[in-house]
């Protein structure tokens, strides 16, 4: 498992580059939720598939709807978005 520096890294490889914006957003929702870095991950990840693109203020949305609703892991995290229709059933 992969922390969150080095999965950035690995999406860098493929060709996402996060501007020192991006960046911000993705560590200030990591202190402000106090979310592990397997939901920062998928927050990223999910936004991405999402959104097309990194959006800070969906991310920290998506960051918020988890610890809210006692998401733990990844698996929880994709059923309660396709569950509230935000990423359709693949």
Do not use: C, W
Not at 50 to 66: A, T
Not at 74 to 84: C, H, L, T, Y
Request: without cysteine.
């Amino acid at each position: 498992m992969s922390t969150l520096e080095e999965y950035l890294l690995i999406l860098r490889s493929k060709g996402f580059h996060f501007g020192e914006d991006a960046i911000g957003f993705i560590y200030f929702g990591k202190q402000y939720t106090e979310a592990s870095d397997v939901l920062i991950k998928t927050a990223i990840e999910l936004t991405l598939k999402i959104q097309k693109e990194f959006d800070g203020s969906f991310y920290i949305s998506l960051l918020e709807s988890f610890t809210a609703n006692g998401i733990k892991d990844r698996s929880e995290a994709i059923a309660f978005v396709q569950d509230k229709q935000i990423l359709p059933m693949s």
